[in-house]
């Protein structure tokens, strides 16, 4: 399996609601991250775990709030968004953060698309 | 800080060859990367240099010039599947860089029969 898995695929939600996002590899990579892109714009990092613990936080508002519950998966909880948070929620996985960075090849999902009315 | 610098659009026919470039001024260095972006999907590994020269995979191609902080993508034989944004991206190398994968903006690529 060399796939990164996420759902839902789209997403709409209301300023109010609480939803989350899921991600799931089993290609045995300690790397995991959540990255966001607007159109025609470059991905931009919002978090990274590493080996089930958070290692960076682009300082993201905290109205997002990740998780990684074990190697495999990661989450990201999503409560009182704002409308400009629409976005293409990509996640991505690698080997780990201690790697030769040639080795940490970054596998990406194919992302959540989030609407917030 | 991190400055990557790209070409917003380009355009080629099929067949043809065309070279993206990508300046970059970062902080750390721990290689460079480029990824392949069509509309709607995730980003797909292309190359990665860490050393100066050139890498050959195929059709395509990546060359590295650290002294420069300059690479660039060459593409031969071009398809129309080739139509695709291509994002370089450069890799920290330690302290609160480590870990982080910088992007350019990323490059339009749209070939025409």
């Known amino acids: 399996d060399t796939e990164v898995t996420q759902t839902p695929k789209h997403l709409v939600m209301g300023m109010t609601n609480k939803k989350s996002l899921k991600c799931e590899q089993h290609m045995g990579h300690r790397a995991m991250y959540w990255y966001k892109q607007k159109a025609k714009k470059p991905p931009e990092l919002m978090f990274v775990?590493?080996?089930?613990?958070?290692?960076i936080n682009e300082s993201v508002p905290s109205r997002f709030s990740p998780e990684c519950p074990n190697s495999s998966l990661l989450n990201l909880h999503l409560h009182a968004l704002q409308p400009e948070d629409s976005a293409l929620y990509l996640c991505?996985?690698?080997?780990?953060?201690?790697?030769?960075?040639?080795?940490?090849?970054?596998?990406f999902g194919a992302g959540s698309r989030l609407t917030v009315l | 800080g991190q400055n990557i610098d790209q070409p917003t659009e380009m355009t080629a026919t099929e067949g043809a060859i065309v070279q993206i470039n990508c300046t970059y001024q970062t902080s750390g260095f721990n290689g460079l990367f480029w990824y392949q972006q069509h509309a709607g999907e995730a980003p797909t590994f292309l190359s990665y240099n860490v050393l100066d020269g050139l890498e050959e995979k195929g059709r395509f191609s990546s060359f590295l010039s650290r002294s420069k902080g300059y690479s660039y993508l060459l593409l031969k034989e071009l398809q129309m599947k080739d139509s695709a944004s291509y994002l370089c991206?450069?890799?920290?190398?330690?302290?609160?860089?480590?870990?982080?994968?910088?992007f350019g903006r990323g490059t339009q690529l749209t070939v025409w029969p």
């Open positions: 991505a996985s690698s080997q780990g953060l201690a790697v030769p960075s040639g080795a940490n090849v970054l596998t």
């Open positions: 775990y590493s080996y089930e613990k958070l290692s």
């Open positions: 991206a450069v890799s920290g190398d330690r302290g609160s860089t480590l870990g982080r994968l910088y």
